[in-house]
């Protein structure tokens, strides 16, 4: 596909995925379609031809409101779900208790006996840090398979073995659709500022001597002012150019949240001095620039994912990709199971 029809197709895309409706008018509908379908619309040519099909663009913005659409299944579904969409981030850029966000625990568990450790708990405080890293991992790592599927089609030694590689690499282009679809949510979730500070809903119970509101704006700033003044064309115009992280990924994901926390205080302020009432464009212009974020992270980051993937290893025992695609050997017993 020529440049000119793949931007024609993208565009058709987005269009078509952001007029469905939704009954919830939320960052988790509206602007969780916008972030999902731009992230992966304007990723480069160097990724797989399959993510960048107008149909597939048009699933991302659905996918990425699934663990949204998922709330209210049961318990423990929900509880053990919930936290994952947020983290309290205090004023100084620190998990609670004091906690590094650029030298986190290496686990959820170990996090939380941090946090108990420090008085605090682990479901109130929101783990959303590690939904970041497990679902960049698992991309990742999605990518890896899909890599060798390809070599396999290649260089497999029978035509039974060539087809049953043909056969997975297809399966893996749907997990990596839906995996890249559900874990954008939560990319998106983490350009919400309300989403990455302890001022989440109201500036609470804290030295306020700005006299910032005590309102519940949460659901007012990311649900119905999102929708009625964020619309794609100025998110896409407001996308900052391409920027890998060249650190470790929990590093790279403790900077994102932390950038993040440095914009809750002028959302206060602007909402102190009426930017987010009618006809005010003070408040569009930051609602359009943290949703552009949201959507510059996922394109960054799904990139950063397809360069990390050869330094996966598959199989057991796992041997790395890129050994394999410079020509190690193919083990198909380690590869299909024997």
Not at 24 to 38: K, M, P, Q, Y
Not at 58 to 72: A, N, T
Not at 210 to 238: C, D, L, W
């Amino acid at each position: 596909m020529t440049r000119s029809l793949f931007a024609r197709a993208a565009g058709v895309a987005l269009a078509a995925a952001l007029t469905v409706s939704g009954q919830a008018h939320a960052w988790e509908s509206e602007g969780h379609r916008i972030i999902s379908v731009l992230g992966v619309a304007q990723l480069p040519a160097e990724i797989p031809a399959f993510l960048k099909e107008p149909t597939v663009i048009q699933q991302m913005g659905e996918l990425g409101r699934e663990p949204d659409r998922s709330r209210g299944a049961g318990q423990p579904h929900d509880e053990d779900l919930d936290p994952g969409h947020f983290m309290d981030v205090t004023d100084d850029g620190h998990g609670l208790g004091g906690i590094s966000l650029t030298d986190m625990p290496r686990n959820r568990d170990a996090y939380s006996a941090a946090l108990h450790a420090a008085g605090a708990d682990l479901h109130k405080g929101g783990w959303l840090y590690y939904n970041l890293v497990d679902g960049y991992e698992q991309l990742s790592k999605d990518f890896a398979y899909w890599r060798i599927d390809g070599v396999g089609e290649k260089r497999a030694k029978d035509a039974k073995q060539r087809a049953w590689y043909a056969m997975d690499r297809k399966l893996r282009e749907l997990i990596i659709i839906r995996d890249l679809g559900y874990w954008s949510h939560f990319v998106g979730d983490a350009s919400q500022p309300l989403h990455a500070s302890i001022h989440y809903n109201g500036w609470g119970d804290f030295p306020n001597p700005h006299g910032y509101t005590n309102e519940r704006i949460h659901s007012p700033f990311e649900g119905a002012f999102i929708t009625a003044n964020v619309k794609p064309a100025m998110v896409q115009a407001a996308m900052p150019a391409p920027h890998l992280c060249t650190q470790p990924i929990g590093k790279c994901m403790g900077d994102y949240l932390i950038a993040t926390n440095t914009k809750v205080e002028p959302l206060y302020a602007l909402w102190q001095k009426g930017g987010f009432q009618p006809g005010d464009k003070r408040g569009v212009e930051f609602a359009t620039a943290a949703v552009a974020e949201g959507a510059a992270k996922l394109r960054d980051f799904v990139v950063q994912a397809w360069r990390d993937s050869p330094n996966q290893t598959v199989g057991y025992p796992g041997v790395k990709v890129s050994a394999i695609e410079a020509g190690a050997e193919l083990s198909w017993d380690s590869i299909y199971g024997n």
